[in-house]
């Protein structure tokens, strides 16, 4: 029999109040339904009836193991525990309290969890999730001081990577240095103990202990690119040659960059890009050959492409407009500010960008498109119908642009010019959801030359709905 199967006839058996008889079949699935929640739960619930209070127990445990989510296993477990044990209790009773979002709450259990103990698994436990608590409720002191308890007691890999985490969380790299010196002295087997530390080291400017610390060959090349060791950086880089690795082109292009040869340090920058796409990094970095360069529009315009992809958005623009104003002829900075702006919803933004763009590429059809998207939005129709025919003479517009231009004739009563553009849009787009309320729209056109049909949804309303596709 399935488990669904098994669920099912218990159920009835339930419903039925046979409560042995289903229980006894549940008891049977264990071996084979001991890892769903919903069997655990059920058998739990009629053992309960049947007054096993150890059996009970025992489900409730092991749901709250398969579903850490189970509220009822929780709930239930409160009862059994509040007479028996205390440190399960409030161990419970604060897991209880943050699946229900009080966080703040659980924190007093789970220090009273901490007291209603002496062993040392049940307290490094406690500490923990008291640990991870403070941290969810923002107390980044608290949660520290919690984890040093914890490896006090014995010491944990993981901890020691967590101290560090929230030590640059706060900018303090000291103490992350410091709390990673301990962890690699108690782990020195751990290469991410090991690496985490070297990177630390290479910001601070301790190179040779960045050396000492480093775990892999291209941590060490970092060391000595810093540190301005180029022939060994290079020698070290010659010997672990690895052209599927991203890695090993930005550290090339980072070699190329201290010794000045401009032309390899860009072709690096490329095979960095193609094998790790879209990389905040690659833009920094192209950035920075632009400044070394005195090329003021390619670093501002790289640094925003930079800050793009690390989606501040606000930085970002603030960098494509330092570019556009050291040299207001280039497009590309024109259409990432558009981009921006069509986001924030900036119409004024837009219209001026957009003109400028238009006014480096007459015939870019986003751009027309766009303005005459801003024109109808701002009930401007004649303004609105003047770009979407010059985006549709580009011969690349979308069939969305005829619609919208349909849109602007009927309003401005002009019947005529909007069954001609209709008719184009559905010839360009017969699968459009629109279709049919559409036909019957030029069906009623064709009954009346002088009175506007009236749309079936406000203009703005459809624009807006063409303009979220």
């Known amino acids: 029999m399935s488990n669904n199967g098994t669920l099912m006839q218990a159920q009835m058996l339930i419903d039925d109040e ?17 890892d769903d929640a919903e069997y655990l739960e059920k058998i739990a619930l ?47 009773r604060a897991k209880y309290k943050v699946l229900n979002q009080q966080v703040v709450q659980a924190v007093d259990d789970y220090k009273k969890a901490i007291n209603s103990t ?5 307290l490094i436990n406690a500490r923990f999730l008291l640990a991870k608590a403070y941290e969810h409720i923002g107390k980044t002191q608290n949660a520290i001081d919690e984890y040093y308890r914890i490896i006090e007691q014995k010491d944990d890999m993981a901890i020691y990577y967590k101290l560090a985490d929230l030590y640059c969380e706060t900018d303090d790299r000291f103490s992350a240095i410091n709390v990673l010196e301990r962890g690699v002295k108690a782990f020195p087997e751990v290469k991410e103990l090991g690496e985490y530390l070297a990177g630390l080291y290479i910001k601070e400017g301790q190179y040779d202990k960045a050396l000492e610390s480093a775990r892999t060959p291209y941590t060490k090349v970092k060391a000595y690119l810093m540190n301005g060791d180029n022939a060994q950086a290079l020698t070290l880089l010659n010997d672990n040659k690895d052209e599927k690795n991203a890695n090993y082109f930005a550290l090339m292009a980072e070699y190329y960059f201290n010794t000045k040869n401009w032309v390899k340090c860009r072709e690096n920058i490329d095979k960095f890009e193609t094998l790790s796409p879209q990389n905040p990094l690659v833009y920094q970095m192209r950035a920075l050959v632009c400044d070394a360069n005195d090329d003021s529009y390619g670093y501002h315009y790289n640094m925003g492409k930079c800050y793009s992809y690390k989606q501040d958005y606000e930085l970002a623009l603030n ?67 003047e770009y979407y025919e010059k985006a549709i003479k580009t011969g690349t517009a979308s069939y969305e642009v005829y619609y ?9 009563k002009d019947l005529s010019s909007a069954k001609d553009a209709y008719e184009k849009y559905l010839a360009k787009a017969p699968l459009s959801p629109d279709t049919e309320k559409l036909k019957e729209k030029l069906a009623k056109m064709d009954t009346s030359s002088s009175v506007a049909v009236s749309a079936d949804e406000g203009f703005i309303d459809k624009i807006m709905k063409l303009f979220g596709k």
């Not at 046979?18 to 001991?34: F, G, R, S, V």
């Not at 002496?118 to 049940?122: G, I, P």
């Not at 280039?330 to 900036?346: L, M, R």
């Open 118 to 122: 002496t062993e040392e698994n049940e």
């Open 404 to 412: 919208k231009t349909g849109l602007c004739y009927e309003k401005l």
């Open 46 to 92: 009629v053992a309960k009836t049947l007054e096993k209070n150890e059996d009970a127990s025992k489900y409730w445990e092991e749901l709250v193991k398969v579903n850490p989510n189970s509220l009822i296993g929780y709930s239930e477990l409160l009862d059994v525990y509040i007479n028996t044990d205390k440190y399960k209790y409030y161990l419970t």
């Open 18 to 34: 046979q409560y042995e008889k289903a229980y006894e079949m549940l008891q049977n699935a264990y071996d084979n339904m001991k």
């Open 319 to 385: 960098e494509y407009l330092n570019a556009h104003r050291f040299n207001p002829n280039k497009a590309e900075a024109i259409k990432e500010i558009i981009k921006i702006n069509e986001a924030s919803g900036d119409k004024t933004s837009l219209m001026e960008f957009y003109e400028k763009l238009v006014r480096q590429e007459p015939d870019n059809t986003f751009a027309l498109a766009g303005l005459g998207d801003v024109y109808a939005d701002l009930y401007e129709f004649k303004n609105a119908l």
